[in-house]
């Protein structure tokens, strides 16, 4: 679908190489597909685990690896 895509705009711009848009065309295809599974793993896998309560008493550790401390969500000094 994206090689159709440049294929079209090559019919426009007689300048532009077919290999131009293969190139273009694999490394968007590449790319799109990084960013679904992207999409897939943080909103199907990690935000479930974010979402659900942790037992009484763990404290939670910030992006930093600081500990917070439980209820307050402040960062022990």
């Not at 999409?39 to 896998?45: A, D, G, I, Y």
């Amino acid at each position: 679908m994206i090689e159709m895509l440049g294929l079209a705009v090559r019919s426009r711009y007689e300048w532009l190489r077919f290999e131009d848009v293969y190139a273009t065309s694999a490394w968007a295809s590449i790319l799109v597909s990084a960013g679904v599974v992207e999409w897939f793993v943080v909103h199907r896998t990690l935000k479930p685990l974010a979402r659900r309560p942790r037992p009484r008493g763990t404290p939670a550790v910030t992006p930093g690896g600081a500990t917070t401390i439980p209820r307050t969500g402040r960062i022990p000094a």
